[in-house]
């Protein structure tokens, strides 16, 4: 099932890449099936990268796991979120961001995909930047 994801946008917060061409973004991305390692922002023109800042997952299915690839190299995760029942038998939401101590730069010309362990709705949110080299 593809991925539905916004358009995206200027982040209104200061950032501070390495380069004064960098161009920020900011993409919101949700599907009820994340299982084929779903694009969540497409690669770039040749000779420019996507710079991530930070990564937000979540989701209230019970033991989902995720991996965010570059194209379909592993990039970080697997990740396991867990869930609780309440005694009403609400499920809770499960939440993990990673943000990391310094911006990820993946391989030029190369995409930033999502991919779930199992069926199920996830939703992502990710900022960042897409600089030249």
């Avoid at 919101?28 to 084929?36: E, H, I, K, P, S």
């Avoid at 694009?39 to 040749?46: F, G, R, S, V």
């Avoid at 299915?61 to 970080?76: D, G, I, K, P, R």
């Amino acid at each position: 099932m593809a991925i539905t994801t916004n358009a995206p946008t200027v982040i209104d917060r200061e950032i501070t890449p390495h380069s004064t061409n960098a161009v920020a973004f900011a993409v919101n991305a949700y599907t009820a099936d994340c299982t084929g390692n779903e694009i969540l922002k497409a690669a770039p023109a040749a000779g420019y990268s996507i710079v991530i800042t930070q990564i937000t997952v979540d989701s209230a299915v019970s033991a989902m796991s995720f991996t965010v690839n570059a194209n379909a190299t592993a990039l970080y995760g697997p990740v396991t979120l867990s869930t609780e029942t309440t005694a009403a038998g609400y499920v809770t939401n499960c939440q993990h961001v990673w943000k990391p101590t310094r911006p990820v730069k993946l391989t030029a010309a190369t995409s930033l995909n999502l991919d779930a362990g199992k069926a199920g709705a996830i939703h992502c949110y990710v900022e960042g930047y897409v600089v030249a080299g």
